[in-house]
């Protein structure tokens, strides 16, 4: 099961997301937006309503785009024309929505009991994440949650996983224990790069 969550890391807390929109909506306000010509995997910025998000774009059939809004990570389709230069002073804070999985259930997301105790176990609360390892053909983050920042109790996954086995069939319990995490290398999100033609990568 595949989710997005906000990164906040103590580097970067001098430097928030709240912070980077409210400039961001003050630079375009005092400027005219600059139009560009829109590649996939570019990235841009994108007006809505008052404010102003960065954005990959994803799919361009050259009327409109798909686009990826990195920092909260919802996908939308927009006109082509609604995409501009996103300028090279925004591009020092990291994309803060980052592609995760629960590490040791990545093999159920199609089980629709997992689902029904995620929905009653995560939906509005907090949690600390510790990331296990990186996907990189993915770019995605393996982690487990914990309600309490020492870590000391057991993991969200732990308990979710006995959750799941209360319910579950001896074939379904077998996969989970099968479902065994790997050595990998830590996780670092990487700051927004700028080519050589001031498009964003």
């Known amino acids: 099961m595949i989710k997005y969550f906000n990164l906040v890391t103590p580097f970067y807390f001098k430097v928030p997301l709240k912070d980077l929109m409210n400039e961001m909506a003050l630079f375009y306000a005092a400027v005219t937006p600059e139009n560009v010509l829109v590649k996939e995997n570019h990235f841009y910025v994108l007006p809505d309503g008052k404010s102003w998000h960065r954005v990959k774009c994803l799919k361009n059939n050259n009327t409109l785009v798909t686009v990826f809004f990195v920092d909260s990570g919802d996908t939308k389709s927009y006109p082509v024309e609604h995409l501009f230069r996103l300028d090279s002073q925004f591009c020092f804070l990291p994309a803060q929505a980052v592609k995760m999985t629960l590490t040791n259930l990545e093999n159920f997301s199609e089980s629709v009991s997992l689902k029904n105790i995620l929905e009653q176990t995560l939906l509005k609360k907090t949690f600390n994440a ?65 080519d050589s033609n001031s498009e964003i990568k």
């Open 130 to 194: 510790k990331v296990d390892r990186l996907k990189e053909n993915d770019k995605c983050v393996s982690v487990k949650l914990y309600e309490n920042r020492d870590r000391k109790s057991s993991s969200v996954n732990d308990l979710l996983i006995k959750e799941i086995c209360k319910k579950s069939s001896k074939k379904f319990m077998h996969k989970i224990s099968t479902s065994l995490s790997a050595e990998a290398p830590p996780f670092v999100p990487e700051k927004m790069k700028k």
